[in-house]
Structure formats: C-alpha cells, structure tokens
C-alpha cells in the first residue's frame, strides 16, 4: 500500500484500504460456506490434505483479513494467501488417499478459487496478476480432470476454468480501474494544492505591496504635508516625530513586522489624538468605547492606519466652508474669513468584540462614483488595508454636505 508522508488519506490508499478490506470480508464469508465440503473431504484425503491445506488456507485468509482491517502489510498478506493457493493446488492430488471415495466430486477449493484471484489483484503489480489469473484456472483446470481432482471431462473443466477466469479478469479489471481513477484524483488534488499556494504566494506578495503603498501614503506622504506647512519650532518638532514613525513602520512592515501583542481601545484613541495632534487641523474626539476592550495587534496597526488617512484627506478634500441663510459654498463669510468644516473622531464599540472609528466632517463632501480608481487613499490605504484584517469601510459622503468614513472590525454580518 503506498505510503503517505503527508499523514493525509489519498484517493488510492483509500481504495486499496476499501478494496482489501472487502476481499477480506467476502474470503471469510466463502470459506466459512465451504467448510462442510472441508469436513467432508476427510473421507478421502490424508491428514496432510484434510487438516494441513484447510488450515494453510484458512489461516492465509484469516492472516490477509486482519491485515486489512488493520490496514498493515496488506499486500505481504494477500500475496501469502495468492501463493498458498498455488501450492495447495499443486499438492492436491499428492493427498488423496481414496479415488473411489471422491469419486466425481470436486475438490473443495474451487468455492474460494476467486478469492485466491482478487487477493492477487490487491498483492501483486498488474502484469504480475494477470499472469496469475491466466495461471490459476488453468491449474485447476489439470486437476479437475485428473482422477485425483474428480475426473471431469475436459470440456467440464475448461468449462470451470473459463468461468475462474472471467471472474479474476473482472477482479482486476475493477479494482485496477478503481485505482487508476485514485491516481487521477490524487493527481487533480496535487495539482491544484500546487496552484493554491501559487495563488497564496502572489497574494502576499500583492498584500505585501498594498502594505507598503499604504504607509507610504499614509504616513511619509502625510509627513511630507505636515512638514511642509510647518512655520512654528513646536510644528516642526511634531513633523519629526511622524518621520521617525514612518520609518519604524516601514521597517517592520514584513511578514513577521505586526505587533502580537493586543492593544486596548483606551490606547488606540490616544494614539489616534496624538497623530490628530500633528495635523494642521482641529478634530473633535468623541470616546464611547469600553476602555479596556482589546483588539489585536495587526488589526490595531491597520485600523490606527485607516483612520489616520481618513483623517487626512479631511484634511486634505474638506476645504474651507461658510454656513448661511441661503445654503452651504466656499467663500469668505461677512468678515472675508473661511469658515473651517468640523471634524470629528468617534471611537465607539460594535457588537460584542468589534470596533467601529467614524471619521467625519462637514465639509464640501464629493461624488463617490467620480473617484478614480487610481487612488491609494481611499482604495488601498483605507479599504483594503481593512479588508485584510477582516474588517470593512463605509463611506458616506454628499457633495456640499460633508463626508463621514466608519471603519469597522471584524465586518459586520449578515
């Protein structure tokens, strides 16, 4: 039986396993059908044929049947019991005593001439037990007609011998087609575990560099901005704080660079005002969350990551308002000043393990549908950094009515 390092079943151990096990259970049922014509053979057989071949074979089945319930040294078994056959065959005439007392029967081992053949089939390579098939009828074919074997006549014992044959042919051309529809299985399996983990491997490399995408824009394109508009020491002191973590995030962003550990939301909120500390902006934090709820640590980094760029393009996209009697624009309000959207920042729980950060503004908002397909922020910075921790993105936005963007974890079901 072939063996399997992997410690997984395969198709064709599992039909050998099946195959030998039913050959074992139909041996035991033929030979226990045949054990009168056994005790009866007494009456003309020496004790080397009464006792000597019955118990041979008997125990060769009883030996292949243990061994295929069991499932060890299934062939070494059936292939002791093919060759125990043989050699009982030949023996045969070499055991009767008594020619007249046997007169025209048969010898008893025709009843389990076929389970010699499929225990064949399941013990030897397929050349090797057709030849075997091809053999054993005509074996017992010399036998039958010898007066030692019944007397039969030569057509009677071509006959049988035909008979024999067509059964061990169907024997093996079952159970070699069985096994050959195993090894196409076996094979299509192999195959597309191989295209599987093909398809694995290109998506960490494209998650990989999603990852890297994101935090270049995310953080050192952010950094750059908040640099570049910095005028006082303290602006510039925090522009240079966001460098140094950029380029900590950027060199632990393999495989193995996201923190295990768990992080509480707590935590979470104050790394979120302190990154919304360094921005030109005002957001509004609002916390709602249970302060000791964790969230683990490669989802806190894509989360944390998510609504730092969403709040950058607030920053960014927002502009500048004036609210109104007539409706909402962009131009100065009656003392020539640019009124700045309200941002807000609300940290809150969803469900019972989940999370949910809503970043909104009431800003100039923009048409969902009109966002190229070309742009990180939302795409990949924002949606699939979240997609691939398991969470979702939900952006609302109405142009002249503001924009709000509730980042969730895990994403919600049903």
């Not at 007169?103 to 057709?130: D, K, R």
């Not at 973590?245 to 005002?273: W, Y």
Request: charged share 15%; with cysteine; hydrophobic share 55%.
């Amino acid at each position: 039986m072939p063996s399997n390092p992997s410690g997984l079943d395969s198709s064709r151990i599992r039909i050998e396993r099946v195959t030998s096990r039913v050959a074992a259970i139909f041996a035991l049922l033929f030979v226990m059908q045949c054990l009168p014509a056994v005790l009866d053979s007494g009456r003309y057989l020496d004790p080397m044929g009464s006792v000597g071949i019955p118990i041979a074979i008997y125990c060769s089945i009883l030996a292949a049947a243990v061994a295929a319930i069991l499932a060890r040294a299934v062939r070494l078994a059936a292939g002791i019991q093919a060759v125990t056959f043989v050699l009982a065959l030949v023996v045969w005439p070499l055991t009767v005593r008594d020619v007249e007392a046997m007169g025209a029967l048969s010898p008893w081992l025709w009843y389990v001439i076929t389970l010699g053949m499929a225990l064949a089939v399941i013990a030897f390579p397929v050349v090797v037990a057709a030849f075997y098939i091809a053999l054993l009828p005509i074996l017992f074919a010399l036998l039958r007609v010898r007066p030692e074997g019944g007397g039969a006549e030569w057509e009677i014992a071509a006959l049988d011998a035909v008979y024999a044959l067509i059964l061990g042919a169907f024997a093996l051309i079952l159970i070699t087609s069985l096994r050959h529809s195993a090894d196409r299985v076996d094979a299509a399996r192999l195959v597309a575990a191989e295209r599987y983990a093909v398809a694995i491997r290109s998506e960490a490399r494209e998650t990989q560099r999603s990852l890297v995408d994101a935090i270049l824009h995310d953080q050192v394109l952010a950094t750059l901005l908040v640099a570049a508009k910095s005028e006082t020491a303290m602006e510039r002191f925090l522009s240079v704080g966001m460098a140094e973590g950029a380029l900590e995030t950027l060199q632990s962003s393999g495989p193995f660079g996201a923190e295990l550990r768990s992080v509480t939301l707590a935590d979470i909120g104050q790394r979120l005002e302190l990154v919304a500390s360094s921005l030109p902006v005002e957001f509004l934090f609002a916390h709602g969350a249970e302060p000791e709820r964790s969230v683990p640590g490669h989802v806190t980094e894509a989360v944390l990551a998510a609504a730092t760029q969403a709040m950058v393009n607030s920053m960014q996209h927002a502009g500048s308002i004036r609210v109104d009697a007539i409706g909402v624009g962009t131009a100065a309000d009656a003392t020539g000043h640019l009124l700045e959207p309200v941002r807000t920042v609300a940290i809150g729980t969803d469900g019972d393990q989940g999370i949910m950060i809503l970043v909104a503004d009431s800003g100039q908002g923009f048409d969902l549908d009109s966002v190229s397909a070309h742009r990180l922020g939302l795409r990949v910075s924002i949606r699939e950094r979240m997609a691939a921790v398991g969470g979702s993105v939900a952006v609302r936005s109405v142009p002249g009515a503001g924009t709000s963007i509730a980042i969730t974890w895990p994403e919600p079901r049903g």
